[in-house]
């Protein structure tokens, strides 16, 4: 079954400090993969795709098939970045439907 | 933000009530979606539009029914409203991308529903 799963309900960090939000998925396809933030009473918003390989205010994620996941990093944490953060994945097709994971609500504290 | 606004933006109702959310787009996009929001469960997708009287059930479609008779309003109906539909709704819309792009979703700014 096509799942997403992040482990981390939240991750709370210091001001400088590195950032990893886990990321990992089960597809029997080529999987198309996403990163959507919710900043504080504000609606998602894409953050990065893989398939573009940017990084977007400091992020960025690399797709490893091996281990399935897709792990989001930012080397230097700003207390801006404090949000929750949803790995997606696309089941492809027409439909355009999105699986998403649970959630990381990531702290940055001063 | 894309043109997507969601109405009401809030709502408390009572159990056994209907209650009508209503999605509205102006991007003319194919593709509407409605998700529920809840702590420890992420973002689940409830039903989905493909087109205008072409809809199909999502991943939590209990309770739920959902019409689309213009492309730019989604609606979804909690035809006798329960307390474990209290959540937070989002709509969102993708259109349909040539073969080798992304499927982007952009998302309206929520109803945040309370049933008492």
């Known amino acids: 079954a096509q799942r997403v799963t992040q482990p981390e309900k939240l991750l709370?960090?210091?001001k400088g400090a590195p950032v990893e939000l886990k990321c990992n998925y089960s597809y029997s396809g080529s999987p198309e993969l996403f990163w959507y933030v919710q900043y504080s009473r504000q609606r998602l918003q894409l953050l990065l795709r893989h398939i573009s390989r940017e990084s977007i205010k400091g992020f960025t994620a690399d797709l490893n098939k091996g281990e399935t996941s897709f792990h989001l990093k930012k080397p230097f944490a700003q207390e801006e970045d404090s949000a929750m953060y949803y790995c997606a994945l696309s089941e492809g097709g027409a439909t355009n439907k999105l699986?998403?994971?649970t959630g990381?609500?990531?702290a940055v504290q001063p | 933000d894309a043109g997507i606004t969601q109405s009401p933006r809030h709502?408390?109702?009572e159990t056994g009530t209907p209650v009508t959310l209503r999605c509205h787009q102006t991007e003319n996009h194919r593709y509407m979606y409605w998700y529920r929001q809840?702590?420890?469960h992420g973002l689940r997708l409830i039903h989905y539009s493909y087109g205008v009287k072409?809809?199909?059930k999502g991943e939590v479609s209990d309770g739920y029914s959902v019409s689309r008779s213009k492309t730019e309003d989604f609606l979804l109906t909690l035809e006798?409203?329960?307390?474990s539909q209290t959540s937070v709704y989002f709509c969102a819309i993708s259109e349909s991308k040539a073969s080798g792009d992304y499927n982007e979703q952009f998302f309206g700014p929520g109803t945040r529903l309370t049933v008492l």
């Open chain 1, 99 to 101: 699986i998403f994971g």
């Open chain 2, 54 to 56: 072409d809809t199909d």
């Open chain 2, 38 to 40: 809840d702590p420890g």
């Open chain 2, 11 to 13: 709502k408390v109702t």
């Open chain 1, 12 to 14: 709370s960090v210091f």
């Open chain 1, 104 to 106: 990381t609500l990531l």
């Open chain 2, 80 to 83: 006798s409203a329960t307390s």
